[in-house]
Protein backbone atom coordinates (compact mmCIF):
# COMPACT_ATOMS: atom_id res chain seq x y z
CA UNK A 1 0.00 0.00 0.00
CA UNK A 2 3.24 2.64 1.19
CA UNK A 3 4.48 1.96 -2.84
CA UNK A 4 0.86 2.32 -4.40
CA UNK A 5 0.68 6.02 -2.27
CA UNK A 6 4.37 6.68 -3.34
CA UNK A 7 3.67 6.21 -6.91
CA UNK A 8 0.35 7.79 -7.16
CA UNK A 9 2.04 10.90 -5.53
CA UNK A 10 4.57 10.46 -8.02
CA UNK A 11 1.86 10.58 -10.84
CA UNK A 12 0.19 13.62 -9.83
CA UNK A 13 3.27 15.54 -9.47
CA UNK A 14 3.62 14.80 -12.80
CA UNK A 15 0.35 16.07 -14.37
CA UNK A 16 0.53 19.44 -16.05
CA UNK A 17 -0.93 22.10 -13.57
CA UNK A 18 -4.01 23.56 -14.33
CA UNK A 19 -4.07 27.07 -15.65
CA UNK A 20 -6.24 29.35 -13.61
CA UNK A 21 -7.18 32.50 -15.56
CA UNK A 22 -7.26 35.70 -13.44
CA UNK A 23 -8.56 38.90 -14.20
CA UNK A 24 -7.91 42.61 -13.11
CA UNK A 25 -10.56 44.71 -13.18
CA UNK A 26 -10.14 48.30 -12.95
CA UNK A 27 -13.28 51.38 -12.13
CA UNK A 28 -16.07 49.68 -10.47
CA UNK A 29 -18.34 52.08 -9.71
CA UNK A 30 -21.23 50.32 -8.29
CA UNK A 31 -23.60 47.39 -9.19
CA UNK A 32 -24.92 48.82 -11.79
CA UNK A 33 -21.47 49.56 -13.73
CA UNK A 34 -20.38 47.81 -16.33
CA UNK A 35 -17.44 46.45 -14.65
CA UNK A 36 -19.15 44.67 -12.45
CA UNK A 37 -20.96 42.71 -15.11
CA UNK A 38 -17.62 42.05 -16.78
CA UNK A 39 -16.39 40.67 -13.29
CA UNK A 40 -19.67 38.74 -12.68
CA UNK A 41 -19.32 37.05 -16.47
CA UNK A 42 -15.54 36.10 -15.88
CA UNK A 43 -16.50 34.80 -12.46
CA UNK A 44 -19.27 32.62 -13.94
CA UNK A 45 -17.01 31.31 -16.45
CA UNK A 46 -14.39 29.44 -14.06
CA UNK A 47 -11.99 32.84 -13.95
CA UNK A 48 -10.53 34.39 -10.55
CA UNK A 49 -11.48 38.13 -10.22
CA UNK A 50 -10.16 41.02 -8.46
CA UNK A 51 -12.64 44.23 -8.58
CA UNK A 52 -11.10 47.77 -7.98
CA UNK A 53 -13.31 50.67 -6.98
CA UNK A 54 -13.18 53.79 -5.06
CA UNK A 55 -16.49 52.40 -3.10
CA UNK A 56 -15.30 48.68 -1.69
CA UNK A 57 -17.48 48.51 1.13
CA UNK A 58 -20.33 48.40 -0.76
CA UNK A 59 -19.13 46.14 -3.41
CA UNK A 60 -17.88 43.40 -1.15
CA UNK A 61 -20.83 42.78 0.74
CA UNK A 62 -23.44 42.23 -2.52
CA UNK A 63 -20.30 40.21 -4.52
CA UNK A 64 -18.24 38.13 -1.40
CA UNK A 65 -16.94 35.90 -4.73
CA UNK A 66 -14.61 38.78 -6.12
CA UNK A 67 -11.12 40.46 -4.76
CA UNK A 68 -12.23 43.88 -3.97
CA UNK A 69 -9.89 46.66 -3.60
CA UNK A 70 -9.87 50.03 -2.95
CA UNK A 71 -7.94 51.76 -5.88
CA UNK A 72 -8.62 55.61 -6.58
CA UNK A 73 -5.42 56.74 -9.74
CA UNK A 74 -3.05 57.73 -9.00
CA UNK A 75 -3.00 58.25 -5.37
CA UNK A 76 -3.71 54.52 -4.44
CA UNK A 77 -2.04 52.26 -7.22
CA UNK A 78 -0.60 50.18 -4.31
CA UNK A 79 -3.44 48.49 -4.49
CA UNK A 80 -2.42 45.96 -7.07
CA UNK A 81 1.83 45.89 -6.11
CA UNK A 82 0.84 41.88 -4.84
CA UNK A 83 -0.69 40.73 -8.26
CA UNK A 84 1.63 38.54 -10.30
CA UNK A 85 -0.33 36.07 -11.53
CA UNK A 86 -2.57 37.97 -13.69
CA UNK A 87 -3.66 36.96 -17.10
CA UNK A 88 -5.53 39.37 -18.24
CA UNK A 89 -7.07 42.96 -17.38
CA UNK A 90 -9.69 45.43 -18.20
CA UNK A 91 -10.16 49.32 -17.92
CA UNK A 92 -13.81 50.70 -17.08
CA UNK A 93 -12.42 54.26 -15.97
CA UNK A 94 -14.19 56.93 -17.21
CA UNK A 95 -13.98 60.59 -14.70
CA UNK A 96 -14.77 64.49 -15.75
CA UNK A 97 -16.30 67.20 -13.85
CA UNK A 98 -20.03 66.67 -14.64
CA UNK A 99 -20.75 70.06 -13.27
CA UNK A 100 -19.35 71.78 -16.60
CA UNK A 101 -20.80 68.91 -18.50
CA UNK A 102 -23.45 70.38 -21.28
CA UNK A 103 -22.24 74.13 -19.91
CA UNK A 104 -20.85 75.48 -22.78
CA UNK A 105 -19.66 72.31 -24.75
CA UNK A 106 -15.59 71.68 -25.57
CA UNK A 107 -15.13 75.31 -25.42
CA UNK A 108 -16.72 75.60 -22.04
CA UNK A 109 -14.17 73.13 -20.23
CA UNK A 110 -11.45 74.07 -18.04
CA UNK A 111 -8.03 73.26 -18.45
CA UNK A 112 -7.84 71.56 -14.94
CA UNK A 113 -10.70 69.05 -15.76
CA UNK A 114 -9.74 68.53 -19.31
CA UNK A 115 -6.11 67.47 -17.63
CA UNK A 116 -7.92 65.68 -15.18
CA UNK A 117 -10.12 63.73 -17.78
CA UNK A 118 -7.16 62.80 -19.83
CA UNK A 119 -5.65 62.08 -16.96
CA UNK A 120 -8.06 59.73 -15.25
CA UNK A 121 -9.61 58.33 -18.37
CA UNK A 122 -6.78 57.42 -20.61
CA UNK A 123 -3.03 57.89 -19.41
CA UNK A 124 -4.57 56.13 -16.37
CA UNK A 125 -5.15 52.93 -18.64
CA UNK A 126 -0.89 53.45 -19.97
CA UNK A 127 0.13 53.82 -16.36
CA UNK A 128 -1.80 51.18 -14.98
CA UNK A 129 -1.12 48.27 -18.12
CA UNK A 130 2.94 48.98 -17.17
CA UNK A 131 2.80 48.31 -13.83
CA UNK A 132 0.36 45.24 -14.27
CA UNK A 133 2.71 44.05 -17.32
CA UNK A 134 5.71 44.79 -15.34
CA UNK A 135 4.59 42.52 -12.56
CA UNK A 136 2.97 39.66 -14.16
CA UNK A 137 4.42 37.66 -16.79
CA UNK A 138 1.76 35.67 -17.76
CA UNK A 139 -0.44 39.10 -18.72
CA UNK A 140 -1.65 38.22 -21.91
CA UNK A 141 -4.77 40.29 -23.05
CA UNK A 142 -5.68 43.68 -22.24
CA UNK A 143 -8.98 45.43 -22.75
CA UNK A 144 -10.27 48.63 -22.71
CA UNK A 145 -14.16 50.47 -22.62
CA UNK A 146 -14.37 53.03 -24.93
CA UNK A 147 -17.55 54.89 -26.33
CA UNK A 148 -18.66 55.97 -29.96
CA UNK A 149 -17.84 59.28 -28.42
CA UNK A 150 -14.43 58.97 -28.80
CA UNK A 151 -14.82 59.00 -32.90
CA UNK A 152 -17.79 61.17 -33.60
CA UNK A 153 -19.47 63.80 -31.76
CA UNK A 154 -22.38 62.79 -29.08
CA UNK A 155 -24.01 65.88 -27.21
CA UNK A 156 -22.94 65.80 -23.89
CA UNK A 157 -19.98 63.92 -24.07
CA UNK A 158 -17.44 66.65 -25.16
CA UNK A 159 -14.57 66.24 -23.28
CA UNK A 160 -15.00 62.77 -22.24
CA UNK A 161 -15.34 62.33 -26.13
CA UNK A 162 -11.13 64.48 -26.52
CA UNK A 163 -10.31 61.32 -23.84
CA UNK A 164 -11.65 58.26 -25.21
CA UNK A 165 -10.19 59.30 -28.72
CA UNK A 166 -6.76 59.05 -26.88
CA UNK A 167 -7.86 56.28 -25.05
CA UNK A 168 -8.68 54.25 -28.24
CA UNK A 169 -4.81 55.07 -30.09
CA UNK A 170 -3.41 54.47 -26.73
CA UNK A 171 -4.44 50.47 -27.64
CA UNK A 172 -3.33 50.67 -30.48
CA UNK A 173 0.02 52.30 -29.43
CA UNK A 174 0.52 49.42 -26.44
CA UNK A 175 -0.88 46.63 -28.88
CA UNK A 176 2.02 47.23 -30.99
CA UNK A 177 4.80 47.61 -27.87
CA UNK A 178 3.48 44.65 -26.01
CA UNK A 179 3.11 42.39 -29.29
CA UNK A 180 6.70 40.87 -29.11
CA UNK A 181 5.57 40.24 -25.49
CA UNK A 182 2.59 38.19 -26.63
CA UNK A 183 0.60 40.38 -24.74
CA UNK A 184 -2.57 41.93 -26.67
CA UNK A 185 -4.43 45.14 -26.12
CA UNK A 186 -8.16 45.72 -27.86
CA UNK A 187 -10.74 47.97 -27.02
CA UNK A 188 -14.95 47.38 -27.10
CA UNK A 189 -16.49 50.43 -27.88
CA UNK A 190 -19.96 49.39 -25.69
CA UNK A 191 -23.29 51.17 -26.83
CA UNK A 192 -25.13 52.98 -24.91
CA UNK A 193 -25.42 51.46 -21.32
CA UNK A 194 -27.47 53.23 -18.48
CA UNK A 195 -25.15 52.72 -15.63
CA UNK A 196 -24.42 54.83 -12.79
CA UNK A 197 -21.67 57.16 -14.65
CA UNK A 198 -23.39 57.70 -17.61
CA UNK A 199 -26.60 59.23 -16.16
CA UNK A 200 -24.98 62.12 -14.61
CA UNK A 201 -24.35 63.54 -18.22
CA UNK A 202 -26.74 65.91 -19.23
CA UNK A 203 -29.87 64.59 -21.31
CA UNK A 204 -28.04 61.24 -21.33
CA UNK A 205 -31.79 59.28 -20.94
CA UNK A 206 -32.59 61.57 -24.48
CA UNK A 207 -29.39 61.09 -26.00
CA UNK A 208 -29.52 56.93 -25.00
CA UNK A 209 -32.60 56.72 -26.68
CA UNK A 210 -31.79 58.41 -30.25
CA UNK A 211 -29.00 56.30 -30.25
CA UNK A 212 -30.78 53.41 -29.70
CA UNK A 213 -33.54 54.43 -32.27
CA UNK A 214 -30.54 54.76 -34.70
CA UNK A 215 -28.62 51.34 -34.45
CA UNK A 216 -29.76 48.79 -36.85
CA UNK A 217 -30.60 46.26 -33.76
CA UNK A 218 -33.25 49.66 -32.71
CA UNK A 219 -32.17 49.02 -29.43
CA UNK A 220 -29.56 49.80 -26.57
CA UNK A 221 -27.01 47.12 -25.97
CA UNK A 222 -26.64 45.31 -22.07
CA UNK A 223 -24.33 45.09 -19.70
CA UNK A 224 -24.17 41.19 -20.36
CA UNK A 225 -23.57 41.79 -24.22
CA UNK A 226 -20.47 43.99 -23.63
CA UNK A 227 -19.27 41.56 -20.86
CA UNK A 228 -19.69 38.75 -23.65
CA UNK A 229 -17.69 40.70 -26.00
CA UNK A 230 -14.83 41.50 -23.40
CA UNK A 231 -14.63 37.67 -22.54
CA UNK A 232 -13.79 37.33 -26.00
CA UNK A 233 -11.08 39.53 -26.19
CA UNK A 234 -9.97 38.38 -23.02
CA UNK A 235 -9.79 34.57 -23.90
CA UNK A 236 -7.29 32.50 -26.29
CA UNK A 237 -10.32 32.33 -29.23
CA UNK A 238 -9.35 35.76 -29.93
CA UNK A 239 -5.99 35.00 -30.26
CA UNK A 240 -5.05 36.22 -33.17
CA UNK A 241 -6.38 40.17 -32.80
CA UNK A 242 -4.97 43.05 -31.13
CA UNK A 243 -4.91 46.43 -31.88
CA UNK A 244 -8.61 46.60 -32.24
CA UNK A 245 -12.00 48.42 -31.63
CA UNK A 246 -14.89 46.06 -31.14
CA UNK A 247 -17.88 47.40 -32.05
CA UNK A 248 -20.68 46.57 -29.14
CA UNK A 249 -23.44 48.78 -30.15
CA UNK A 250 -25.93 47.18 -32.21
CA UNK A 251 -24.35 48.62 -35.64
CA UNK A 252 -24.66 52.63 -34.37
CA UNK A 253 -21.00 53.09 -35.98
CA UNK A 254 -22.16 52.27 -39.39
CA UNK A 255 -25.25 54.59 -39.28
CA UNK A 256 -25.22 58.57 -39.54
CA UNK A 257 -26.04 60.34 -36.08
Known amino acids: ?15 PAVKTNKVLVVGVSSKRSLGLAIGEHMHQNGWETVLTSRRPEKLAAKTPHHDIRFLDY ?7 DDLTDLTGMVFC ?3 TDVTEAGQGGLLGTSEENFLKTISTSCYAFIALVREVQR ?25 LGVA ?11 ASELGHENVRVNGVSAGAVPTT ?24 VTAEE ?32
Open 1 to 15: MAVARTLETLFDLRK
Open 74 to 80: PQSIDAI
Open 93 to 95: LAK
Open 135 to 159: RNPNLRSVVALTFLGGERVVPGYEV
Open 164 to 174: KAALEHSVRAL
Open 197 to 220: SSRVLPDFRKVHEVLSRQSFLRRG
Open 226 to 257: VAGATAYLLSDVSGGMTGEILQVNGGLRHTVL
